[in-house]
């Protein structure tokens, strides 16, 4: 069974960087072919697909947040990363990590989310 866990700061101010990190346990980050994807979903909104991982360690991320996203993994602790630039409170959300298959919000196993509120 594979279970994903997020963790960081609930509370960020605007202009900061919004770091999250998702530690999966039950199952490799480097196992073919998955995909390991950071997900929001703002108050009152459908989710949003942001960037995945894939196995191999490329990347991929929304056109509309590829100039502040960065997504990076630590295969010895079986984690993975979301950077988010210069977020502002429209980036308020629920946060989830998810193991899918690409882009996209197709998943089979999520993390239970993790509030992020961007507020000064």
């Known amino acids: 069974q594979v279970q994903l866990q997020e963790s960081g700061p609930g509370l960020v101010k605007p202009s900061q960087t919004l770091s999250l990190t998702c530690t999966v346990s039950?199952?490799?980050?480097?196992?073919?072919?998955?995909?390991w994807s950071w997900i929001r979903q703002p108050p009152g909104k459908g989710l949003e697909w942001m960037g995945v991982?894939?196995?191999?360690?490329?990347?991929y991320y929304s056109p509309s947040l590829k100039s502040r996203i960065s997504i990076s993994r630590d295969t010895s602790k079986n984690q993975f990363s979301l950077q988010l630039r210069s977020v502002t409170p429209e980036d308020t959300a629920v946060y989830y990590c998810?193991?899918?298959w690409g882009v996209g919000v197709r998943s089979d196993y999520w993390g239970q989310g993790t509030q992020v509120t961007v507020s000064s």
């Open positions: 998810a193991r899918g």
């Open positions: 039950g199952g490799s980050i480097t196992t073919s072919y998955y995909g």
């Open positions: 991982i894939p196995y191999d360690g490329s990347t």
